[in-house]
Each structure stands twice: as C-alpha cells, then as structure tokens.
C-alpha cells in the first residue's frame, strides 16, 4: 500500500497541470494528505516483523534487456522516511497557501520534489533510484530560482551543480556495480561478494556521491546558501527531505553493498562527521541572517546522522535513521517560523533588526513556535532530538570514545547559537517601545496575525517531534529490526 504515495503525489501533479489556479492549492493539500494518510496507515499496519526486511511491495520488468525492473521495497528505514516525507509535505503546502505567483507551477514542482523523495526510499532497483533520485534535481532548481529571494539564481545554480556532481559519481558507482555483479537489484547486489580490491574505490565513491546531498563537510555549502535562497517550502523540502535522500543512499546503498569497503572508510566518515558539526555549529554563531543560522544547524545535525552510520553498530545506525526523520521535522519547523511567520511579515531576517521589534508579543504563536523548535534541537529530553542524539551517542562510544567527547563540544556550540538566535529574534528587551500590541516592521506595515493554515502546518510539526520524543519505540521498534538486516554491521 506504501507505493500509493508515489503514484497519488505524481498524480496530483499532473492535474495541476489542467487545474484552474483556484484548486492548485487545494490540489496539492489533498494529495499531500493522501500521502501523509497512506504513510500512517503503513506504519500501524504493517506487522513489525514484515518491517525486518527489505520486503518486495511491487516488481514488474521495466527494460529486461539490462535488467532493469520497476521493483519497489520497504521495511522499517524507508517506512520511516517515507512518513517524514509526507508529514513535511503537508507542512509545506499549509505554509505556502497563500502563495499567489504561478501557483500551478509551484505546487507542481513541490510534489515533483515529494513524489521523487518517496520514489528513492521505496526503489528496490538500483537504477530505478537514481532515476528517482536525479529527478528530484530539476525541481528542486525551478523552486529556488522562480520563487526564491537573496541571491537565488546563484544559490539554485550552485545546488544543482553539487548536485549533478554528486549523481555523477553515485552513477559512476552504479555502473562499476551492475559490470561487475551483472544485477541491479537491490536485493541481489547486497549477497554479491564483491572483491574486497572493488570495494575499496567503490565504497567511496559512491558514499562520497550521496554524501554530498547529505551536507558532509566540506561539501557542504550549497546547503546554507541554498536554504536562504529557496522560498519557504523550498527551504522546508531541502532541510526535511532532500538531505535526507544522500544519507538514505549512503546507507541503503554504499554501506550495504559494499561493507568491506565500509569498514576500511568508516573511521573517516567519522572524522568528516565530527568536523561537520563542529565546524557548522560554529559558522552558525556567527551568523547574523536567521535562515543562515538555520542552514548551518542542519548542517551541523547532518553531521549527527553521518556519525551513527560511520559506528556500524545496531544502536548508533538506528539513532541516525531517528536523526533524519527527527532533523526533517525540526527544520522544517525552524525554517517555517523564520521564513514564512516573521520574514513574510517582518521583511527581514537580520537578527540585529528583528531584536528591535518585540516579535513575542506582536507575533506570541510565532515565538511559541520557535521555542518548541529550539528545545527540539538542541536535544531537551522529551522531544525527538534528544532521542536520536543520546541514541547515537551511546552507539559511538563503544567504537569512537574521543569522537564523542568532541562532539559534546559541538552540542555546546548548538546550544549557543540556538538560545542566541531565540533571544535576538524574539526575547531582546526594547527600552520605550510605546505600543507593543501594534509593533511594526522596518517598512512600517503592521503585522499581519499568523494564519490558520500556518498554525496547522506548525501544530502538525511540533505534534510530531513531541510524540516521537516521548515515545521513540514507535519507530525505533520498526528501525532496529531493518538495521539489523544490514550486512555491515559489526559482530
């Protein structure tokens, strides 16, 4: 039933191709709803022990010649990035709903981006994921540079470009693969004893390929630039979705396929990791554009990821699969608040200004908003970042002890620029402001309130990184048993 999100998000977006601008928005919320409803209905009824394996959910032959076959999959990891996918779909269409210019093309686009993510979590066929996975590119471009604002031809170029490089080298990987094993399933490809020699280079290659999207340092600086320069859902997609698409390859992909060549590059991968965080964190508390503190914090929890996945162990692997439906829900929030709530309203972002302007009496749901996406990531007890860190803390310290007193460091600098960037923005005294109740913004326009379709888009976010923060077993239950599929772990 899982593979109904691909083809109702792919559906919907060929209707708004014939729909009138009126329904576009209608349009693109019933379908992300459709997604986000099929997603749920999986995960509570699929039995567990169906989630332990790569389970087949479709298989038809597609180009037979090269073998080639349209063959979907899915067990507790893509489940449960499918779910984070539909949930910051759904946010993003409510925080877009009163997007006015081209809507036809926006929501197409936007479910374009959202039927290709579920197309990569789901693909069985190693081709058919790259197809999936490069188709996400084109829209993720026309979104940036049509309806983007600072800078956004240079940022869409600049993404697209580390992009196309990443696809290069996963395709170059793919091809040395399928020479190699003579097979592109997914399934066959991972009992495929590959010389150890072959693993080595191809390992690598194709993590380094799918890391790229994944924000590792120091390919990462398409990310910040990136997200300041998209819209809002732009953004929401990039942070919640799209990063989580090159740590999915990394995992589903190079470290399954090729566990030899894992272990040789593992220690690495966590070098690079530690680095990531750190050195992002810091960038980050220098910054003074709101949404550029966003974009290196999701670099900097990237990194996160990057490190469970390098301890090749049961418990720090499933803490990064946790990391990214954790990290997708969080910055989706994060960049929901500061870009649609205060940038749409106040036109600017500069947290020297938004200090001047008591934002947590002129917008209180705003700051509500953002204090509960600040708690979650800095990982306060009780939501899904604290979960997900302390998961892959444990599981780092059996294999890198130093790397994870290091990283305490970097949660510091997390909590720093974070509390910094909720004071600037809301909680900075004003001496003599005369009406706080008709605060205006630099361009003397009284604020608009936050609107419904922002509240739900909000509340849907903050419900989701409360309810797994409090209850990880509902989806740790579904990740361990696929984590302990994999064939690299360590005995």
Sequence with gaps: MIAWTIYVTFAGAVLLLFAGPALSRWIALATTLAGFAVSLIALFQTPIADLAHFTTIVRAPWVPMLGMEYHLAVDGISLTLALVTSLTAVSAVL???????????????????????????LSADLFLLFVFYELVIVPKYFLIAIWGSTNKEYGAMKLTLYSFFGGALVFIGIIASYVTAGSLNLHDLAEFPFPPQFQSWAFPVLFLGFAVLAGIWPLHTWAPT??????????????????????????????????????????????????????????????????????????????FVLLGLATANVLGVSGAVLQMFSHGVIAALLFAVAGRMIYRRTHTRN??????????????????????????????????????????????????????????????????????????????????????????????????????????????????????GLYPKLLLDRIVPAVEAMRFLTK
């Design 351 to 468: 947290l020297d200004e938004l200090s001047l302007m008591n934002l947590n009496r002129a917008l209180p749901f705003a700051a509500f908003s953002f204090v509960i996406a600040s708690a979650a990531s800095m990982g306060i007890p009780g939501f899904s970042g604290f979960a997900a860190e302390i998961t892959i803390l444990i599981g780092a310290w059996r294999i890198y002890p130093i790397a994870v007193w290091i990283t305490g460091a970097g949660m510091v600098l997390v909590a720093a620029f974070t509390l910094r960037a909720l004071k600037r923005t809301f909680f900075d005294t004003v001496e003599d402001v005369k009406s706080i109740t008709s605060v205006t913004s630099s361009h003397r326009e009284t604020f608009e309130p936050i609107t419904l379709a922002e509240k739900l888009g909000a509340g849907l976010l903050m419900f989701a990184t409360l309810s797994v």
């Design 95 to 121: 925080f877009s709903w009163d997007v006015d210019h081209r809507q036809n093309e926006f929501f197409f686009w936007l479910l374009l981006v959202v039927g290709g993510s579920y197309g990569v979590f």
């Design 226 to 303: 990136g997200h300041v320069a998209a819209p809002t859902a732009g953004s929401m997609l990039l942070a919640g979705i799209i990063m989580k698409l090159g740590a999915y390859g990394g995992l589903r992909v190079a470290m399954n396929l090729f566990p030899q060549g894992f272990q040789m590059w593992s220690g690495y991968i966590a070098v690079f990791a530690v680095i990531g965080i750190l050195y992002a964190a810091a960038v980050a508390l220098r910054q003074r554009d709101l949404k550029f503190v966003i974009g290196y914090s999701s670099v900097s929890h990237m990194g």
